[in-house]
């Protein structure tokens, strides 16, 4: 894709049905299944790693005060669980200017 738009599902699929000869309803199949593999490992082991590209790791957040923007006014935030991707070194150096 090298018309400036950002490469959506159905472009991904077909991408990986042409370079691979599978058809893209196995291709669908695959990123699902790839999918439900991460959300397995991410609640059995707290991290899904996607060698060279991502590492998903599920973090407990505490709770804290925070503030309203809008008011300006202090709220309690509560305690919740998040999923944070740190991008691989390989791909950061790859993507990134060097600083």
Known sequence: MTDGRRMGKSDLFAHFSEKTGMKR????DFFDELQQL????????????????????????????????????????????????RIAKALKDAVLPPA
């Open 38 to 85: 991460s959300e397995a490992e991410l609640k059995r082991s707290g991290e899904f790693v996607l060698p060279g590209m991502v590492k998903l790791v599920r973090q407990e957040r505490q709770a804290r005060m925070g503030r309203n923007p809008a008011t300006g006014q202090q709220i309690h935030i509560p305690a919740k669980t998040v999923v944070k991707a």
């Open 25 to 28: 309803a196995e291709v669908r």
